[in-house]
C-alpha cells in the first residue's frame, strides 16, 4: 500500500484540523510540528483532556498493516484510527524509558521488546515482525506501566529474526555492553546461541561489506 505524500503548504494545520474533526469527530486544541530526522513529517494534535493524536504525512510503507498485527499479538505500538492521504495514530503518553530505568535495565527492556516481536509471526508471509531501530527515545513507558514502540517507521517483517537482530547489534549498538544487555533480555524468552556464534565469527563488529550477499550469519 503506498499512500500519497500530504501537499506542503501553509492550508496544511488547517487541513489535518478539518480531516480530524471530519473523520474522527474530535477538535484539535492545538496542532504542533514534531522535529523529525527522515522524510516523513509527523504533528502532535493536541485534543481535550490531555490526549493527543499523532499526525504523519504519509504511511511508511506497511507500516499500517505492521501496527495493527503487533497490537493483535500484544505488542503495545501506538494504534492507527485514519490512513487516507494523511495517517493518524494514537500519541502515547507517558515517560521516555531513560527517565524511568537506568541504562542496563533500559536496554534489557529493548531486548525483551525484540524477542516479544520477533515471536509474532506474519500469517500471510511466515515471516516474524522485527524493527530495525530500538534506540531508547522510541520507548515510551506510561502511567499504567506499559512499555510502547512509538517509533513504527522502522517496523518491519524478516525471514531470519536470528540475522536481523546480529545486524543491528554489530551495525547499529556496536557497543558490547549494550550488546550483553539487549541479549540478556531477548534470552528470557527466546535463544541467542546462534545470534551469538554468528556475531563472534565477525569478531562482534560489522565490515565495511557487511555480511556477504546472500550468507546469512545466522541461517
Ligand atoms: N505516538 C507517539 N506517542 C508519544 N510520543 C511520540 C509518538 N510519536 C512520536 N513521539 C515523540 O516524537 C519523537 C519522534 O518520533 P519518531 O517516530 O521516533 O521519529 P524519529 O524518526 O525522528 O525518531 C519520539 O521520540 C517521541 O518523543
Ligand atoms: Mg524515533
Known amino acids: 500500500m503506498y499512500i500519497q505524500p500530504y501537499p506542503e503548504n501553509e492550508s496544511n494545520n488547517q487541513s489535518i484540523i478539518r480531516i480530524i474533526k471530519n473523520e474522527l469527530k474530535l477538535n484539535v486544541k492545538k496542532l504542533y510540528r514534531m522535529e523529525k530526522k527522515g522524510a516523513v513529517k509527523i504533528w502532535r494534535a ?7 493524536l499523532r499526525i504523519d504525512n504519509r504511511a511508511v510503507g506497511n507500516s499500517v498493516y505492521l501496527q495493527k498485527l503487533a ?18 495514530s494514537t ?3 507517558g515517560e521516555m524509558l531513560s527517565n524511568v530505568f537506568d541504562d542496563a535495565n533500559a536496554f534489557i527492556e529493548v531486548g525483551r521488546q525484540l524477542a516479544k516481536m520477533n ?7 511466515g515471516r516474524c515482525l522485527t524493527n530495525s531501530d530500538m534506540g531508547i527515545t522510541n520507548f515510551i513507558y506510561t502511567k499504567n506501566k506499559q512499555i510502547y514502540i512509538i517509533d513504527m517507521n522502522t ?9 536481523s537482530i546480529c545486524k ?9 555492553e ?23 565469527k565477525l569478531n562482534w563488529k560489522w565490515g565495511h561489506r557487511g555480511f556477504r550477499k546472500n550468507t546469512s550469519p545466522c541461517a
Open 71 to 88: 497490537l493483535k499479538n500484544g505488542v503495545n505500538v501506538p494504534r492507527v484510527l485514519y490512513y487516507k492521504n494523511i495517517k493518524i
Open 178 to 200: 549494550r550488546n550483553a544487555l539487549i541479549l540478556k533480555g531477548y534470552g528470557e524468552t527466546r535463544d541467542t546461541k546462534k545470534i551469538i556464534k554468528a556475531a563472534e
Open 168 to 176: 543491528m547489534l554489530l551495525k547499529r549498538i556496536r557497543d558490547p
Open 155 to 163: 517496523m518491519r517483517l524478516t525471514r531470519n529474526p536470528d540475522s
Open 46 to 52: 493536541e485534543l481535550a483532556r490531555g490526549k493527543s
Open 119 to 125: 515471536s509474532i509471526v506474519d500469517p500471510s508471509t
Open 91 to 93: 500519541w502515547v503518553n
